[in-house]
């Protein structure tokens, strides 16, 4: 039987994997996934990491080590172990890189939670875990908030690899694509190669169904029988229309003559990438965000369990430009009912800047515990 995460290679998506370990490298785990399941890329996040450190026994030994030098602070500690982790990692994917021109074979670190609203301090951290990490394929997670849209810009056209993380609307998604490509015509206007530029927008899709669902549930029950019965049919189509259609976008983009003429110079697309793909709501299928996205120059990263559930019963078909005027009129419905989409996506940004430093805070002060014990029992 065919292995349906192999099969998404037919129609042209990298899948990659939404979490990182220390102990799924050196147990052979990643490579496997290579091997067998065609792995392309990994992404992470301090909550993966906390997760890792306060419940696995991965990182004692060098936790140990870290802990006594007076030079490093928590964020020093975690740093540390995340890039030695990155380049573990990226080393092993080198091969996915080379093999595929420098389009796949990515691992993703984010800058700290707490610069995603300052420019100047994304550039400059960006910039340190980008030289610590020292791999090329290698890529630096930037929260797509307004604020740091010239952040990025600046990072690829100093020859940074971006993963713009935290995309929920399709202006912010155009945003960001427009960002890429002006860093690729100032490093042209500079005389500078852009062949070996690398970017993915990261754009999220199951937390858009969270919240519209939670609206629509609450209009189900309060409003109209007309009005409720309407909500009911849009539960779960929301977040998939709107992916499909930034996809749209993406298509307009690559086919307008700018890009074509940055083509030209040898600059490779910024691919839309699936993020926030595991069901949460148990009603629906486990694989639907990945079944239903399926279509090529994307990427989509999984967490461990969908990654799991798709390679068991995963259905492979191309799915993403299917039902595009369907999606239309999926957006349409919803504001028609009286739900705002762009509400809905200014809401979830802050949330995802909120829910991404609270586990970096949570993180820091696993460390520092990990730290007083250590203290403690040399003391």
Same mark, same amino acid.
């Given at each position: 039987m065919a292995n349906p995460l192999r099969e998404l290679e037919r129609y042209g998506q990298s899948i990659w994997y939404d979490s990182l370990r220390r102990g799924l490298i050196a147990s052979g785990e990643l490579a496997r996934f290579v091997v067998e399941d065609g792995l392309k890329g990994l992404t992470t996040n301090p909550a993966i990491y906390e997760r890792a450190i306060d419940s696995t026994r991965d990182y004692d030994a060098e936790l140990v080590g870290l802990l006594r030098r007076?030079?490093?602070d928590a964020k020093g500690v975690y740093e540390q172990l995340a890039i030695h982790d990155i380049q573990a990692a990226a080393d092993l994917l080198g091969p996915v890189y080379d093999r595929t021109g420098g389009r796949d074979g990515f691992v993703s670190l984010e800058v700290s939670p707490a610069a995603a609203r300052d420019d100047r301090a994304t550039v400059a951290e960006a910039l340190r875990l980008w030289r610590a990490v020292d791999r090329r394929n290698a890529m630096i997670k930037v929260p797509g908030t307004p604020e740091a849209l010239r952040a990025i810009r600046r990072l690829l056209a100093e020859?940074?690899?971006v993963n713009v993380t935290l995309l929920f609307s399709r202006e912010?998604?155009?945003?960001?694509a427009e960002a890429h490509a002006a860093a690729l015509e100032d490093r042209i206007g500079r005389g500078e190669d852009v062949s070996r530029v690398a970017s993915v927008a990261s754009f999220f899709v199951s937390r858009i169904d969270t919240e519209v669902d939670r609206r629509l549930d609450a209009l189900a029950a309060?409003?109209?029988p007309d009005a409720?019965?309407?909500a009911r049919a849009l =539960? #779960?189509?929301?977040?998939? &229309?709107n992916a499909k259609l930034a996809y749209q976008d993406w298509r307009a983009l690559v086919a307008s003559e700018r890009w074509r003429a940055l083509r030209a110079r040898g600059a490779m697309p910024q691919r839309l990438l699936w993020a926030s793909t595991g069901t949460k709501d148990p009603a629906y299928r486990d694989v639907m965000y990945v079944e239903e996205l399926i279509g090529p120059y994307t990427v989509d990263t999984v967490p461990p369990a969908t990654f799991d559930a798709f390679r068991d019963h995963g259905r492979v078909a191309p799915?993403?430009?299917?039902?595009v005027e369907a999606a239309r009129d999926t957006i349409a419905e919803l504001a028609a009912l009286g739900i705002s989409l762009d509400e809905v996506t200014e809401r979830l940004l802050e949330d995802g800047v909120r829910l991404f430093a609270e586990p970096f805070a949570k993180l820091l002060r696993t460390i520092e515990a990990? =730290? #007083?014990?250590?203290?403690? &029992?040399?003391?």
């Open positions: 007076p030079d490093l020859d940074v690899n912010a998604y155009r945003k960001v309060g409003g109209a409720a019965r309407r =539960r #779960g189509r929301v977040a998939i &229309a799915s993403l430009e299917a039902g990990r =730290r #007083g014990a250590e203290t403690g &029992a040399h003391a």
